[in-house]
């Protein structure tokens, strides 16, 4: 009698781990919007801050502080991704936004990459670096058009200056 129980008992757990329940899987894209726009939204506005004033730095050849900015800018994005990664995807967009995830990680260490290359005061090459990370900026962006996400777009590492936000 016992064992007649514990099969059917078995098998419902099994099926929940297998098969979450229908709730957690009816993220849509506006609803992940909604989720995410508030954390791009408070991250866009630390990263403004720690990047401000580092155009000028750059054009005094004052390389140090700014590879330092760049530096923190970067654990700042990743603070951001660590952010994002556990909202559950829109149902179909699952691969969609695993790969914004990854062209977000590639932007994270482009920046440190960039501002490991000021403080050496290898402005040649962190202006390469940077190029790449902008690069990868624009790759996220084309993939996060589609959920319509404003503040979770990336631009110029010192588009703060012109009033629009940095990374």
Known sequence: MRRMLGTPAAILVAMLVIAPPAAAAEQTRESYKERVEPI????????????????QRINR??????????????????KLIKRLAPVPAPVGDERRVA??????RLIKVRLQT?????????????????IL??????SANN????????????????????GRAAY
């Not at 791009?40 to 720690?50: F, G, K, S």
């Not at 790969?99 to 977000?104: G, P």
């Open 133 to 138: 990370a902008e690069r990868s900026g624009i």
């Open 99 to 104: 790969r914004w995830l990854k062209f977000m």
């Open 40 to 55: 791009c939204e408070a991250n866009r506005t630390v990263n403004a801050r720690i990047m401000s004033g580092v155009r």
């Open 114 to 130: 960039v501002g490991k290359y000021y403080k050496q005061g290898a402005d040649i090459k962190a202006a390469h670096e940077s």
């Open 61 to 78: 050849d004052n390389f140090a502080p700014a590879g330092k900015q760049f530096i923190r800018v970067s654990a700042s994005f990743g």
């Open 143 to 162: 993939i996060s058009i589609v959920f319509k996400v404003r503040n979770c777009r990336f631009g110029r590492f010192d588009a703060g200056q012109s």
